[in-house]
């Protein structure tokens, strides 16, 4: 990653050599290292030095963008020449705006140097914490611990830290993480749980393993059941996987292109009532960049509020188009896809998960899906597959292991039938409880031993 | 730059790494995508750095870097032996595959280089399909892309390889979407989005009729809206070649990589059903079948000289004649089912990335059905096109996939359109269930540009050659 001063003179550098009408350049990357383990070894062990930048000019209403990761001088012409070229040859594009000036932006607290400097032997000696509290439960261990200097968010890559353009806007965020994410295995019995922080001191591995142990140590017996459908406790984990496929509902563009199932619904009820969703950069943990890739300033806003639908997400241009305020959530531009809610917040309640087993006279209890997809993305139908922990609650126990299965689940549905929300916890992407739901579709087995 | 390479071999060495190698990767993209004729994203992309893998203290090491220079090599390199040595107390043995000693340079073949016609012409030709893909009533977004990749690729080993490869992926597709009130359908060509890729310059462009083609994805998209739903039942299905070619990444590339057997993706992309004890002996699929993991393929994705081990590219069976032969393997897996030859599938996705065990091009091999018979043949059956969505579990065994199109048969014949067309299934079961694949003549490769795989996730091309294929009672429709 690149000082707030380096990162400054490179756009300034690149402003000089334009001769742009409007110029922009967001910068992204950083510094990724990452120990990766399996059957209690390490087996991968790696480091990345890389930022990128994506320089944009626009001349007129024609605009084009080049990305390098070259800061040498020359380089730098050859993106501001290669740039200009392109945009000479691109169609004029009647929803290009002016450029933003400068914007105030909250201040956040995401970067600690004790996480983002850690040593090789300091992130084996984490490793080696989590084998040791595997060994004692005779728990085989795989996954990986990384840390990072820069934003990335786990599975995604990295996201943009600095905006510069020629209308003197500067926007520049410092981020630190670490992230632990571990699979055990008892014989044939899977578990699996991760965390992730800004903050090193947080990622506490003693808790990890009980988390992905959880149920299998005391767990032995295998349960049958039929697919149909069930009463399904899903995991934080599970349901923030579900939720990154809700998105696209709240993004204004796909509401302007009668592409979003939640047109004409604002101000209607389209989840139960228990369900409040927010998008909060500036939750604690989160901490996220206070500036979308427009330069304009994020918004915390309340996307649901007790299941009424409150807000769409808007970039510049589709909300210039519908007359309403960007809310910061802006991709790159020119961009064909939109805005999105990033740090989602579904509220929970005071309620531990443990009471939401308790509460069930029948169902499953799902800690990991997988490979979830869309079946249908305008309705929210989507399909999946449960993984690393997959129980049977009988009379509010948990009585048994049951066989992996795929689901196909509607979602709005699906946020309709909640009946209970547990206390959240910050997963790989969002911050959310754990739900049970009614009528969660199982619909076969998977996994080994089809019969 | 064989100087900066042999630098950063010597240095890490020097820090008391037993083997080194370091590649150097300086790669350029261009990708133009048009929307509704009113919006063009154009965008260029340069990508250069380097990585340094080593072993020392019995471990691997691995750092990288975008700025190429000594200063910064002799960084990488230290840094790369300082990661190795930092996992000396929970290190695993490591036995190398043998390899050869090569010195050779290789490029992609190609006609055109697409980084040489004008930006303004492949707008045009955007903006025209756009064009008329909105010319259809009913059409709401119509979306049309291109891209283009060259890469330089210099390796070097401590072993005494030094390999200079140079690669060129050119394509794209087109979508269109027509949306109701209460839905919304899609059509692509010639393959879902991003669309359809091959190691081919910009003659990629020459070979499709992309002109026709959009005003019937359009027509299609627009129909589908009122068609009827794919019915739950089981049926005999018939997959074109895009969507067969997600059929065998899934269920036959994914399964068969080696690594996966001992652990090291069990975290993320899971593990595999194809254990060692069924090498040469389980029967995965009828004797029709007959898959290969083949790095020679001509205008593959996968297709190369040298993987980043600088083993040479092979072509070799995973199934012959219905029975799981040979897995997808690297140097350092290969040894551990006791083979002391890397099937030569150690790629990485980037400068940035350690290889890890990628499939090349894995196809599978024509049969000798005529398309049009395999249909007349077929008495209650669907025809699949065109994938929609794909999914399948962590052993690799339940799938489910998606189609944009369907179309009816009965009695031979194509009957009706289907919309939603879903089938699913268990692997072996599958592949056991196939009995007429199309001969050579429908035979083509295609694939897909962003097959993700490892922690950290590499995004990498992969090739699938395929013809179309039927198979028996299949399970149909959402459940």
């Not at chain 2, 401590?158 to 949306?179: D, K, P």
Request: hydrophobic share 35%.
């Amino acid at each position: 990653m690149i000082t707030r001063e380096e990162t400054k003179a490179i756009a300034d550098k690149i402003f000089k050599l334009s001769d742009a009408d409007e110029s922009e350049i967001i910068f992204w990357g950083g510094n990724l290292a990452l120990t990766r383990f399996s059957e209690d070894r390490i087996h991968q062990n790696v480091a990345e030095n890389n930022v990128w930048l994506t320089y944009r000019a626009a001349y007129g209403k024609k605009t084009a963008k080049v990305i390098s990761n070259n800061f040498e001088d020359e380089s730098l012409k050859a993106i501001v020449s290669e740039c200009k070229s392109a945009a000479k040859h691109s169609p004029e594009y009647d929803g290009l705006l002016p450029l933003l000036s400068q914007q105030e932006y909250k201040k956040v607290n995401a970067f600690h140097e004790s996480t983002a400097e850690m040593s090789p032997e300091q992130r084996a000696d984490i490793v080696e914490d989590v084998m040791k509290h595997c060994k004692k439960e005779k728990l085989h261990a795989f996954g990986f611990f990384s840390n990072i200097l820069g934003n990335a968010r786990p599975q995604e890559g990295f996201r943009h830290f600095a905006v510069a353009n020629s209308n003197g806007l500067f926007g520049y965020y410092k981020a630190s993480s670490a992230h632990l994410s571990v699979t055990v295995r008892r014989g044939s019995r899977f578990g699996w749980a991760q965390t992730n922080s800004t903050r090193l001191d947080k990622i506490k591995p003693e808790d990890v393993v009980s988390r992905a142990a959880g149920n299998i140590l005391f767990c032995k017996d295998k349960k049958d059941i039929k697919p149909g459908k069930y009463n399904a406790i899903l995991s934080s984990q599970a349901v923030s996987t579900l939720f990154m496929f809700m998105l696209n509902t709240f993004n204004g563009l796909a509401v302007q292109e009668n592409n979003s199932i939640f047109q004409g619904k604002l101000g209607k009820k389209v989840m139960a009532d228990k369900i409040t969703i927010k998008d909060d950069p500036y939750h604690p943990d989160f901490q996220g960049v206070p500036f979308d890739y427009e330069g304009v300033p994020r918004k915390a806003l309340t996307l649901v509020n007790n299941g009424i639908l409150e807000n769409f997400v808007y970039d510049r241009r589709t909300a210039s188009s519908l007359g309403v305020q960007p809310t910061g959530h802006g991709e790159p531009v020119p961009n064909q896809i939109g805005a999105f809610p990033y740090h989602v917040v579904i509220e929970g309640s005071n309620t531990l998960p443990d009471e939401l087993i308790k509460s069930t006279d029948h169902g499953i209890l799902i800690n990991r899906i997988w490979y979830v997809r869309f079946i249908d993305a305008f309705n929210v139908n989507v399909t999946g597959l449960t993984r690393a922990g997959t129980y049977l609650i009988e009379n509010g126990k948990i009585t048994g292991t049951v066989r992996d299965f795929r689901f196909n689940q509607n979602l709005i549905e699906l946020f309709k039938n909640v009946d209970m929300v547990s206390a959240v916890r910050k997963t790989g992407n969002f911050i959310a409880p754990a739900m049970k739901v009614r009528n969660f579709n199982f619909s076969s087995y998977s996994g080994l031993d089809e019969k | 730059m064989k100087t900066l390479l042999k630098f950063g071999v010597e240095e890490a060495l020097s820090h008391g790494a037993v083997y080194a190698d370091m590649r150097i990767i300086d790669r350029r993209y261009e990708t133009l995508a048009s929307k509704n004729c009113d919006s063009l994203s154009s965008r260029t992309n340069f990508d250069r750095g380097f990585g340094i893998r080593v072993i020392a203290d019995h471990c691997w090491g691995f750092s990288s870097s975008s700025k190429l220079n000594k200063d910064e090599i002799a960084r990488i390199a230290k840094e790369a032996v300082d990661i190795a040595k930092s996992g000396i107390k929970l290190r695993r043995p490591i036995t190398l595959a043998d390899s050869k000693v090569h010195n050779v340079k290789w490029a992609t073949p190609y006609e055109i280089d697409p980084f040489n016609v004008p930006k303004s012409e492949k707008i045009s030709f955007l903006r025209e399909l756009d064009k008329i893909m909105l010319s259809v009533p009913g059409i709401r977004i119509a979306k049309s892309i291109m891209m283009f990749k060259k890469e330089k690729k210099y390796y070097l080993s401590s072993e005494g390889s030094n390999i200079e490869q140079e690669f060129i992926i050119s394509g794209g597709g087109i979508r269109a979407v027509a949306t109701s009130p209460d839905d919304v359908q899609v059509r692509s060509y010639p393959k879902g989005p991003p669309g359809l890729f091959q190691s081919k310059g910009y003659e990629f462009f020459k070979q499709f009729d992309f002109l026709s083609n959009a005003k019937r994805v359009a027509t299609e998209a627009v129909q589908l809206l009122e068609a009827d739903p794919c019915p739950v039942d089981e049926r005999d299905i018939i997959l074109t070649n895009e969507q067969l070619a997600f059929q065998i990444h899934e269920s036959v590339g994914h399964p068969a990589e080696l690594d996966r057997v001992f652990g090291f993706e069990a975290n993320w992309a899971g593990f595999t059903f194809l254990t060692p004890e069924k090498l040469d002996k389980f029967r995965f699929g009828s004797q029709e079948v007959n898959l290969v993991g083949d790095a020679t393929s001509p205008y593959g994705m996968g297709t190369f000289a040298f993987d980043d081990e600088g083993i040479e590219a092979q072509n070799f069976h995973i199934v012959k004649d219905g029975i799981f032969t040979g897995y997808l393997s690297s140097r350092e897996t290969a040894p551990m089912i006791n083979q002391n030859i890397s099937h030569g599938n150690a790629r990485a996705s980037s400068w940035k990335r350690i290889p890890i065990i990628r499939m090349s091009n894995i196809n599978l091999l024509p049969g000798k059905w005529d398309f049009n018979d395999l249909i007349s043949d077929t008495e209650n059956g669907i025809l699949m096109d065109t994938n929609k969505s794909f999914s399948i579990d962590h052993f690799r065994m339940n799938f489910q996939f998606e189609t944009e199109m369907g179309w009816e048969i009965k009695s031979g014949k194509i009957v009706r359109m289907l919309k939603n067309p879903l089938y699913q299934g268990i692997t072996p079961e599958f592949w056991n269930s196939c009995d007429g694949i199309c001969s050579e003549k429908f035979w083509e490769i295609g694939g897909t540009i962003n097959c993700g795989k490892g922690e950290p996730e590499q995004i990498i091309e992969v090739g699938h050659g395929t013809a179309p294929a039927r198979f028996r009672k299949v399970k149909v429709g959402l459940r």
